[in-house]
């Protein structure tokens, strides 16, 4: 194999120790992840693979992934596929991670509109689609503490989730102006201290 197409861990800036993925295993991999993942649940299936399950990031490199991929449009979870593909094989591991990531959900939701416009409103589909939810939601709440549970021990981390959450959820401000109100704010919290 060329240098090309089997880059060291090292030149794709991830720990040494770190075996690559294959595209192919990339694909796979985030495959099963969008076949078996509803909604926000994706990111939980993300975090169990990509520190967990493969080791190809550290819980730290994870956090900042996620971290960035929050601010990017979009969703979070194909921002994420994007940005750990590139980390791990540059644009064709971003390519291959996004495209195994929506496959599955791509054609669920191609073939439910089609079974939904020939009148499948059902009220079995409906108590299916609302249990669908309340799983995602559960997933999305239990990543969230698992992510997070260090943070939730500290006053400074929790009045910014605090504040964060009445911003967006209370006020209804977009995340524009939560980042412009909020940014500053934590910045000013954590600032290096000066040891005299």
Same mark, same amino acid.
């Given at each position: 194999?060329?240098?090309?197409?089997?880059?060291?861990?090292?030149?794709?800036?991830?720990?040494?120790?770190?075996?690559?993925?294959?595209?192919?295993?990339?694909?796979?991999?985030?495959?099963?992840?969008?076949?078996?993942?509803?909604?926000?649940?994706?990111?939980?299936?993300?975090?169990?693979?990509?520190?967990?399950?493969?080791?190809?990031?550290?819980?730290?490199?994870?956090?900042?992934?996620?971290?960035?991929?929050?601010?990017?449009?979009?969703?979070?979870? /194909?921002?994420?596929?994007? =940005? !750990? @593909?590139?980390?791990?094989?540059? +644009?064709?591991?971003?390519? #291959?991670? *996004?495209?195994?990531?929506?496959?599955?959900?791509?054609?669920?939701?191609?073939?439910?509109?089609?079974?939904?416009?020939?009148?499948?409103?059902?009220? /079995?589909?409906?108590?299916? =689609? !609302? @249990?669908?939810?309340?799983?995602? +939601?559960?997933?999305?709440? #239990?990543? *969230?503490?698992?992510?997070?549970?260090?943070?939730?021990?500290?006053?400074?981390?929790?009045?910014?989730?605090?504040?964060?959450?009445?911003?967006?959820?209370?006020?209804?401000?977009? =995340?524009?102006?939560?980042?412009?109100?909020?940014?500053?704010?934590?910045?000013?919290?954590?600032?290096?201290?000066?040891?005299?």
């Amino acid at each position: 194999m060329s240098q090309e197409s089997s880059p060291k861990a090292s030149e794709r800036g991830v720990a040494a120790g770190t075996t690559l993925p294959t595209l192919l295993d990339l694909f796979t991999q985030f495959l099963v992840i969008g076949a078996l993942s509803f909604g926000g649940g994706i990111i939980a299936y993300e975090r169990i693979l990509l520190i967990e399950k493969r080791k190809w990031l550290s819980a730290d490199e994870f956090m900042a992934t996620l971290a960035i991929s929050q601010t990017m449009p979009g969703l979070n979870s /194909v921002n994420m596929a994007v =940005l !750990a @593909g590139d980390r791990l094989r540059g +644009t064709l591991g971003a390519i #291959a991670a *996004t495209f195994g990531l929506i496959l599955p959900g791509m054609i669920f939701v191609l073939v439910a509109g089609v079974a939904y416009s020939a009148g499948a409103d059902h009220p /079995v589909v409906n108590m299916l =689609l !609302a @249990g669908i939810a309340a799983g995602a +939601t559960g997933l999305l709440a #239990a990543i *969230t503490y698992k992510i997070g549970a260090d943070h939730f021990r500290h006053t400074k981390a929790l009045a910014i989730m605090v504040a964060t959450f009445i911003l967006m959820s209370i006020l209804k401000l977009s =995340l524009v102006w939560v980042l412009v109100i909020m940014a500053p704010v934590a910045l000013f919290l954590y600032r290096p201290r000066n040891p005299s």
